[in-house]
């Protein structure tokens, strides 16, 4: 079954200590996304990434990281830097447009839950 | 300015019946594309239906439709015959053709209750 895996599932960091989460994607996709969600809020953009090599940072980048050496995979480091890391993580993937012209959605992973302790 | 306004937090709707949740949009490109999203508290993200700027038709699935008001900007979300089940937190999306195409955008949200 195509899709995407996040792991892991639940994760818990101590004060300075950078995590990785852990985005594939079978898809095929070109196109790759890191949002965050804090409780009762929407998604908040941190990187994308639309082709191998190259990603943008999005409206939250500080204190965050990611890097994109294989279309299959976007991982994201969340550093000491980020004061606040605590948050609900969703990866994603979509590719621009499908069949006649129609723009096409994003696929999400199941997330990732990160507290800081 | 926001590019996706969903301005109801929360809503409740009594079981079996219909719901309207809005959200409105800004966007200066032709084509675009609008997506609606189910989240429920297990946090999974669940496409539920698609409007594309140029299609004619409201868009429908099963018991979503989209009511479409191209002038208005508007792109609401109509669930009819509730159901406990769609209690979730349902977002607006919005992905444009031109400027970066692959960037999406997203409503706040709003907090669907069904009521039994």
């Known amino acids: 079954d195509g899709g995407i895996t996040q792991s892991p599932k639940y994760l818990f960091r101590k004060e300075g200590q950078n995590v990785t989460l852990s985005c594939e994607q079978n898809?095929?996709?070109?196109?790759m996304y890191w949002y965050r969600q804090d409780p009762g809020q929407g998604l908040r953009l941190i990187y994308y990434?639309?082709?191998?090599?190259?990603?943008q940072k999005g409206d939250i980048a500080e204190g965050y990281s990611v890097s994109r050496e294989k279309k299959e995979s976007f991982p994201l480091t969340v550093t000491s830097a980020q004061k606040n890391p605590t948050a609900f993580y969703l990866c994603?993937?979509?590719?621009?447009?499908?069949?006649?012209?129609?723009?096409?959605?994003?696929?999400f992973g199941p997330g990732t839950r990160l507290t800081v302790l | 300015a926001q590019k996706i306004t969903q301005t109801q937090p929360g809503m409740f709707v009594q079981e079996k019946e219909a719901v309207t949740l809005d959200c409105t949009y800004d966007?200066?490109?032709?084509?675009?594309?609008l997506f609606w999203y189910k989240q429920p508290s297990s946090g999974e993200m669940i496409f539920l239906i698609y409007?594309?700027?140029?299609?004619?038709q409201n868009a429908t699935e099963g018991r979503y439709s989209l009511n479409f008001q191209k002038a208005r900007k508007s792109a609401n979300l109509v669930i009819s015959a509730s159901q406990l089940g769609d209690s979730a937190m349902y977002f607006c999306?919005?992905?444009?053709?031109?400027?970066?195409?692959?960037?999406?955008?997203f409503g706040s949200g709003t907090k669907l209750n069904v009521k039994p």
């Open positions: 994603a993937s979509s590719i621009p447009r499908g069949i006649a012209g129609r723009w096409n959605e994003q696929f």
């Open positions: 898809l095929n996709h070109d196109a």
């Open positions: 990434s639309q082709i191998v090599n190259d990603f």
């Open positions: 966007t200066s490109d032709p084509s675009y594309g």
């Open positions: 409007q594309g700027s140029y299609d004619q």
């Open positions: 999306a919005m992905r444009e053709g031109k400027n970066n195409f692959n960037k999406f955008y």
